[in-house]
């Protein structure tokens, strides 16, 4: 099928016109922080909506699959040949605009899916608005929305208005807004599923003293820095928290099991904190997966909890 579904791909660019560039045979090592992966069909760098719903028409009626990528900061590609197309969204989708706050909406700040989260929250807090808590925390404003981003206290689709998205409308991808409530998300996770693709967010916040904020932000990365392996080759936790209820966290479970520095091949458990899984020696895919799996099973017999994942995985 893969080689297919290449010449399928390469069939729709004769045909069409696109601004967009397109890369075939791309190691997604290259686009995961963990710098493991094998070989995708394709990567689709999309600057516009327009060709975004064109792209996403034609893969769905050639049947092909396609995985849509942020900072990468948050999966984990397969070593094989993979029998799908990546996409990443660039050009308009890259920007922050925050608007005059008005009576009827207040304030309005938007982004593209494709911004960085951390340029995200430093040009909001010139703006004297608190984001601090996503302070640290890598990616783009997408991955960030559709993962829940934050803190133990805090997420940030709690100040979620509405998005703006790539979706299905009498069977063909178009351009659709949604407006969005506290019944559409949940610890690190964002239940809508009538989208496959995040392009815009809108989201209120209050004002706040500018200096306030920044002092947060110095000190909420002051805190990730000791207290997790920010410098090594990783994809943030690992896992999913148990629920609220459970008597300890995903990375103190891990940690009790005597995983910490536990390797398999050129993976390891972190040092520093147990629910981050790091690429220390050239580890492949299948190595990290394996070492996942392994934790998985210790953390099972010890707390009789499965513990879910909080990274993508790709391809397995």
Same mark, same amino acid.
């Given at each position: 099928?893969?080689d297919?579904n290449?010449?399928?791909?390469?069939?729709?660019?004769r045909?069409?016109?696109?601004e967009?560039?397109v890369k075939?045979?791309?190691?997604?090592?290259?686009?995961?922080?963990?710098k493991?992966?094998?070989?995708?069909?394709?990567?689709f760098?999309?600057?516009?909506?327009?060709e975004l719903?064109?792209?996403?028409?034609?893969?769905?009626?050639?049947?092909?699959?396609f995985y849509v990528?942020?900072?990468?900061?948050?999966t984990?590609f397969a070593?094989?040949?993979?029998?799908?197309?990546?996409?990443?969204l660039?050009?308009?989708f890259?920007y922050?605009?925050i608007?005059a706050?008005?009576?009827?909406?207040g304030n309005?700040?938007?982004?593209?899916?494709?911004y960085?989260?951390?340029?995200f929250?430093v040009e909001?807090?010139k703006?004297?608005f608190?984001?601090?808590f996503?302070a640290?925390i890598p990616?783009t404003v997408g991955?960030?929305?559709?993962?829940?981003?934050?803190?133990?206290q805090?997420?940030?689709?709690? @100040?979620?208005k509405?998005?703006?998205?790539?979706?299905?409308?009498e069977?063909?991808f178009s351009?659709?807004?949604?407006k969005i409530?506290g019944?559409d998300?949940?610890?690190?996770?964002?239940?809508?599923? !009538?989208?496959p693709?995040i392009?815009?967010?809108?989201?209120?916040a209050?004002?706040s003293?500018?200096?306030?904020?920044?002092k947060k932000i110095?000190n909420? !990365?002051?805190?990730?820095?000791s207290?997790?392996p920010?410098?090594?080759?990783?994809?943030?936790c690992?896992?999913?928290n148990?629920?609220?209820?459970?008597e300890?966290?995903s990375?103190?479970m891990?940690? !009790?099991?005597?995983l910490k520095?536990f390797k398999y091949?050129?993976a390891?458990?972190?040092l520093?904190?147990?629910n981050?899984?790091e690429?220390?020696?050239n580890?492949?895919?299948e190595d990290i997966?394996?070492?996942?799996? !392994?934790?998985?099973?210790?953390?099972?017999?010890?707390?009789k909890?499965d513990?879910? @994942?909080?990274?993508?995985?790709?391809?397995?």
């Open positions: 099928m893969f297919l290449t010449k399928k791909i390469k069939k729709f660019l045909d069409t016109t696109l967009s560039e075939f045979f791309q190691e997604t090592s290259g686009f995961s922080s963990l493991a992966g094998g070989k995708c069909i394709c990567i760098f999309v600057i516009n909506i327009k719903c064109r792209i996403l028409n034609f893969l769905k009626k050639a049947d092909i699959s990528i942020g900072g990468g900061t948050n984990l070593d094989d040949s993979i029998d799908a197309v990546v996409i990443k660039t050009g308009d890259d922050v605009k608007a706050e008005n009576k009827k909406s309005i700040i938007s982004a593209g899916a494709a960085s989260l951390e340029r929250v909001t807090a703006n004297g608190d984001f601090s996503l640290g990616g991955g960030a929305v559709a993962g829940n981003a934050g803190s133990l805090s997420g940030i689709c709690r @100040y979620l509405s998005i703006r998205y790539a979706g299905l409308k069977h063909s351009s659709l807004d949604a409530s019944d998300y949940a610890y690190r996770s964002f239940k809508l599923d !009538i989208f693709v392009t815009d967010i809108h989201l209120t209050d004002s003293d500018r200096t306030e904020i920044f110095r909420n !990365i002051k805190i990730k820095k207290a997790q920010l410098n090594t080759k990783n994809a943030g690992f896992f999913k148990p629920s609220a209820e459970a300890y966290s990375g103190e891990i940690d !009790i099991c005597g520095g091949g050129g390891r458990v972190s520093k904190h147990a981050f899984l690429n220390y020696d580890a492949s895919g997966y394996i070492l996942s799996k !392994i934790v998985k099973d210790f953390v099972k017999k010890r707390f909890i513990l879910e @994942y909080e990274v993508k995985l790709v391809g397995f």
